[in-house]
């Protein structure tokens, strides 16, 4: 099997020259900053600088804005959570399987720990069982989490149930860490918010989603497989998650493309909703061509706080 490392290295070589890749790994650098980093001394302001890395006292004494600058005093922990249920082995907006998308994500934000010599973990499975692998270096061990999570996803894995790994690392993991959470679109009720504010005020969190197919619309008809002759009936169509049925005359249906369309965006925004009142930064994505634009936008809102 071709190494899954190489697969998230390539896309990045091809997604970005070498100033937006250094953008990247600097956007990475910042997630940490004032947290775990001991102060080393000050420079002059410059334009572009975070207003809040600002020393107010020794700006006045000097007269002219100064900024901190930080060294990193210990090696950094980057905890990969992910859901390994049959929700990700379906069709996604793009018409990947999702856990490719999501082996993607989980690849470039280890990869870019391991560029920074901090260490990877992984906390993934699905209703009936969690997995946990320990945060180790090097591109052997962050292949090793790829494969685990590519193997363990399949159409004939138990039901997802993110909430179980989300408990899993309440539960053991004390030592603060960054929480990188992959995911399709998740319902977040008030158990999974309670369980979400205990992970934020120990770590930090960063959340990506992954984008589900579209089951109703001219979309869902071209993702199914877009082999159709023109005039042939819309197949059926399969919810992975409990096998109900959606017939494909149904697929095309005004009426049900309307309250499809309803229900998922009632469904995002309760998401969205309560990842910003956690100040949880989250993105989402479509297909793989969209994660390093992705992860990008992530740890720069993570960094402002928005």
Not at 66 to 72: D, N
Not at 176 to 194: K, S, Y
Not at 195 to 221: F, I, K, N
Request: glycine share 8%; aromatic share 6%.
């Amino acid at each position: 099997m071709p190494s899954l490392l190489t697969r998230v290295k390539s896309k990045m070589s091809i997604f970005a020259h070498r100033k937006a890749r250094g953008m990247l790994d600097g956007e990475y650098g910042s997630v940490f900053k004032g947290r775990s980093l001991d102060f080393d001394d000050l420079r002059v302001y410059v334009p572009g600088d975070e207003v809040r890395d600002i020393d107010w006292k020794a700006s006045a004494r000097h007269g002219s804005p100064l900024i901190k600058r930080y060294v990193a005093v210990r090696r950094q922990a980057v905890l990969l959570v992910t859901d390994t249920g049959r929700n990700m082995a379906a069709l996604s907006f793009g018409g990947e399987e999702k856990k490719d998308i999501a082996v993607m994500a989980l690849g470039v934000v280890g990869y870019l720990a391991q560029r920074h010599g901090d260490v990877v973990g992984l906390v993934c499975g699905d209703g009936s069982s969690t997995r946990s692998l320990p945060a180790k270096a090097g591109e052997a061990h962050l292949e090793r989490l790829l494969r685990d999570v590519n193997g363990h996803t399949g159409l004939s894995s138990p039901p997802s149930s993110l909430g179980e790994q989300l408990s899993y690392v309440a539960r053991n993991y004390r030592q603060r860490m960054l929480l990188f959470v992959v995911a399709d679109e998740v319902v977040v009720d008030a158990a999974m918010e309670q369980l979400l504010r205990r992970l934020r005020a120990q770590h930090e969190v960063l959340w990506l989603t992954v984008r589900d197919a579209e089951l109703a619309g001219p979309a869902s008809v071209r993702h199914a497989g877009g082999g159709e002759p023109a005039d042939a009936a819309p197949a059926d169509r399969f919810d992975v998650a409990d096998a109900l049925l959606l017939p494909g005359r149904l697929v095309v249906s005004d009426a049900v493309i309307r309250a499809y369309a309803a229900a998922q965006e009632q469904r995002d925004m309760k998401r969205q909703a309560v990842l910003r009142r956690l100040g949880i930064a989250h993105v989402h994505a479509g297909s793989s061509h969209d994660v390093l634009p992705a992860v990008f936008t992530l740890l720069e809102r993570h960094r402002r706080g928005k």
